[in-house]
């Protein structure tokens, strides 16, 4: 009876997978990324075949798949917890990425797995954190002579810390990483968050990348769509980030930090109203008034 669960428990893991990384999507499935996410906080068994079928995709001769495949892979390591750390170092995915890396083939895929790979090992703690499986694939690619794409010291780990909200909110337990894992990286991002850097900008450029991609796949003429819960919470993330940009663009004297972060208030303001336009029914704002913060520059 066992073995029969367990079989059904691998084929449904494999049909979702597989539908969450089809070649014929024109971009991630976000919908069916966060089913699947939701899926594994539910049945942590699960991880283990979710993590295996993503690895066959990952095995794939097509690039969109595997970028698909790591795109799943990422928003699992981001939104479920150490039950799926856990298998991601145990089930050689790792030594999976790092093959593909090292033929040398869609750059895409390539810059993907170097980008993720640096996030995770850093996140995780290097050589002496819980997983240093992440580290010692990290660092024998660097051995080896792979450059990875460049980033400041104390770029923010690529986990989405679990917003902090006055009562509990239990349908969004599962999107963000477990308390007892999260804390040290909660820590490190408020603590970068007081002053204006490339990392935090980069933090907050990711929130906004996925809110971005998860209103496109919104119809326009339903307006309940743009209320979903995932969408609430990352509007959420992206009004506090705009209210800590805004403060820390007064503050900023670095000029080309200046211009990248009111590009970002800009798309922030831009993708918010879309929201908002789509929860109420009404149109797109046809202007959006951008945010000038007060310059003192002696001459």
């Not at 049909?15 to 089913?35: F, H, Q």
């Not at 051995?143 to 460049?150: A, D, I, W």
């Not at 104390?154 to 679990?162: G, H, L, V």
């Amino acid at each position: 009876m066992i073995s029969s669960s367990s079989s059904s428990s691998s084929s449904s893991a494999t049909v979702r997978v597989e539908k969450a990384t089809s070649d014929l999507l024109i971009g991630p499935d976000w919908t069916m990324n966060i089913d699947i996410c939701d899926s594994i906080n539910s049945n942590h068994w699960q991880a283990k075949d979710v993590v295996k079928a993503v690895k066959k995709r990952l095995q794939h001769k097509n690039p969109k798949v595997q970028l698909l495949a790591l795109t799943l892979l990422e928003t699992m390591v981001k939104n479920c917890g150490d039950y799926v750390h856990f298998q991601i170092a145990e089930r050689n995915i790792l030594q999976e990425m790092m093959k593909i890396v090292k033929k040398k083939t869609d750059m895409h895929v390539r810059d993907k797995i170097l980008v993720l790979l640096d996030s995770w090992q850093e996140a995780f703690g290097g050589p002496g954190g819980k997983h240093p499986q992440y580290y010692w694939a990290y660092e024998e690619l660097r051995r080896s002579g792979v450059e990875f794409p460049h980033r400041s010291s104390n770029t923010a780990p690529i986990f989405t810390p679990p917003v902090t909200h006055p009562t509990p909110r239990h349908a969004q337990a599962g999107y963000g990483m477990p308390i007892n894992s999260s804390t040290r990286l909660d820590e490190a991002m408020a603590a970068e968050m007081e002053n204006l850097s490339l990392s935090s900008i980069n933090s907050m450029r990711n929130v906004l990348d996925l809110l971005t991609d998860m209103l496109q796949a919104v119809n326009p003429s339903d307006r309940e769509a743009a209320k979903d819960e995932v969408i609430v919470d990352l509007v959420d993330r992206c009004r506090a980030n705009q209210k800590k940009l805004m403060q820390m663009l007064t503050t900023t004297g670095d000029e080309e930090l200046l211009g990248q972060g009111l590009e970002l208030n800009d798309r922030l303001q831009s993708v918010l109203a879309k929201h908002d336009a789509l929860a109420s029914g009404s149109p797109l704002p046809a202007q959006i008034i951008k945010f000038q913060p007060p310059i003192n520059r002696s001459k």
